[in-house]
Nanobody, 120 residues
Framework: QVQLVESGGGLVQPGGSLRLSCAAS????????MSWYRQAPGKERELVAA????????NYADSVKGRFTISRNNAKNTVDLQMNSLKPEDTAVYYC?????????????WGQGTQVTVSS
């Protein structure tokens, strides 16, 4: 069956770094654009970063641009999010998302989420 499993979340001080990873299985990974979303308490889910099927293009939310980097490895079926210079407002549950690039009517896949807490 389809699985997206996030890892790497945790507690970090402001200015620190974390690297999130998402391991995918059960579908043709190279046909899916991958994204990271996050949701903080009381706020709507927001797109953090996205990457195209071959990794040729990336997009970032303005709030994380220059601090976060998304990457993918199609041989390993993984997508990572390197987060640097973390701020308290980055605190949220981070979700891995997979969307079929060639048939955008298909329901996307979601991981279970991993908690990131930025606090002193």
């Amino acid at each position: 069956q389809v699985q997206l499993v996030e890892s790497g979340g945790g507690l970090v001080q402001p200015g620190g770094s974390l690297r999130l990873s998402c391991a995918a299985s059960g579908f043709t990974f190279s046909h899916y654009a991958m994204s990271w979303y996050r949701q903080a308490p009381g706020k709507e889910r927001e797109l953090v970063a996205a990457i195209t099927v071959a990794g040729g293009r990336t997009n970032y939310a303005d709030s994380v641009k220059g601090r976060f980097t998304i990457s993918r490895n199609n041989a390993k079926n993984t997508v990572d999010l390197q987060m640097n210079s973390l701020k308290p407002e980055d605190t949220a549950v981070y979700y891995c998302n997979a969307r079929h690039y060639y048939d955008r009517t298909l329901v996307p896949y979601w991981g279970q989420g991993t908690q990131v807490t930025v606090s002193s």
